[in-house]
């Protein structure tokens, strides 16, 4: 009985050692990673924003070394693809968006005006405000400059 349970459970190892072949792991792990990219599935933005900072992008530098030298060059050139797109590129936050939005809106009345703009604004004469708009002009055309034309 030891001799059969110890051949069926051999049995058993070579048929998942089958199914987690190298090969067909590399080629499932490229149909999620394209399916990744393709269906535009992003880390939430604490992880985000976490892996942006210099400590995590050495990390992924790290992952994507490791990645193209375990696997098929191809699923590292998708998990620099992926990674690229979902983390290195920030989304964009529709928090953030909406809290600018606010900021903006309670800000109207506070326009900064610093001295020197200040100053310049008062002292130019430089700009005709609205005086004289009743002035009319009309450019003298020299004779020769017709004949030219």
């Known amino acids: 009985m030891k001799n059969s349970e110890i ?5 058993r190892n070579s048929e ?37 900072t210099p400590i995590g992008l050495i ?11 375990i696997f098929h060059p191809i699923i590292g050139i998708l998990v620099i693809i992926y990674l690229y797109d979902a983390v290195l590129i920030k989304p964009i936050n529709k928090e953030q968006t909406k809290k600018n939005k606010e900021l903006k809106i309670l800000n109207k009345g506070l326009e900064v005006v610093n001295v020197e703009e200040e100053i310049i604004n008062n002292n130019a004469p430089i700009i005709n405000k ?3 708009n009743n002035v009319s002009y009309s450019p003298y055309v020299e004779k020769e400059y017709e004949n030219y034309v």
């Open 130 to 132: 609205n005086k004289n």
């Open 7 to 11: 051949r069926n459970s051999e049995i």
């Open 59 to 69: 990390s992924l530098f790290l992952i994507i070394i490791i990645i193209l030298i």
């Open 16 to 52: 998942i050692r089958k199914i987690f072949n190298k090969e067909i792991m590399e080629i499932i792990i490229a149909i999620i990673l394209s399916l990744f990219i393709i269906l535009d599935i992003r880390f939430s933005n604490n992880i985000t924003n976490m892996l942006n």
